[in-house]
């Protein structure tokens, strides 16, 4: 479970988004920080049982900062207010399809799939859809996947993509951008001691997605 502390910080950063108040209230965030990654190195081993493919990892692999790249943004507020952890092989920044982790108060969330791909690799997962059509569609039409996440979540091309066949049959879903799934996670369950338990059951139900994406870009 995670604990009331965490939301309760997360809920103070949103309103005192600005670095004299962190600085002054840095162990607030320390304490939060360090039961969040508590928790995610809880959920790797989890998700290794079910998916050996993610290897080892730690949760230092995982988690995102909490500082934000405002260089190119009109946004200018110093910190993210939210926590998150991407299980997946080779860590956050590899570029492989995986398991997300967002806690935030109101707006947590359990994500799968990958988000905004390079160039390249959205090329190779295209193709990969293009090719396994029917694997891909029996993976999106699976009950579970259906219970879980109703269909695939992101923006799409207004045309089809350069190199395939405009005629295409299921040439919707080649238009994605990103290939992303999402089930909302709400604060009564972030705080439930059955946490674990859900996450998994969840994360089990992108496996099939995550390793079509992954064989992609192999």
């Not at 920044?93 to 690799?121: C, D, K, T, V, W």
């Amino acid at each position: 479970m995670i604990s009331p502390n965490v939301l309760q910080f997360l809920e103070f950063l949103k309103k005192n988004n600005n670095r004299e108040w962190f600085r002054a209230n840095k162990p607030l965030y320390e304490e939060a920080k360090v039961e969040v990654e508590s928790f995610v190195n809880q959920l790797i081993p989890a998700v290794r049982k079910f998916d050996n493919e993610i290897g080892i990892l730690s949760p230092n692999d995982c988690m995102f900062r909490i500082y934000r790249d405002v260089r190119f943004s009109k946004d200018k507020s110093p910190y993210k207010i939210n926590f998150g952890g991407f299980i997946t092989k080779g860590g956050r920044r590899a570029g492989n399809a995986g398991y997300y982790l967002h806690i935030e108060p109101q707006n947590s969330f359990l994500g799968g799939g990958i988000y905004m791909p390079a160039g390249a690799s959205l090329k190779a997962i295209r193709q990969e859809i293009y090719y396994n059509i029917d694997e891909f569609r029996n993976i999106i039409n699976d009950n579970d996947f259906i219970k879980n996440f109703r269909q695939l979540e992101g923006e799409k091309l207004v045309r089809p993509p350069k190199d395939f066949p405009p005629d295409f049959e299921e040439i919707e879903l080649l238009k994605f951008k990103s290939y992303v799934v999402l089930h909302p996670l709400s604060d009564k369950i972030l705080l439930s001691e059955d946490l674990q338990n859900f996450v998994i059951k969840i994360f089990k139900s992108m496996l099939s997605l995550n390793h079509f994406i992954n064989r992609a870009l192999e």
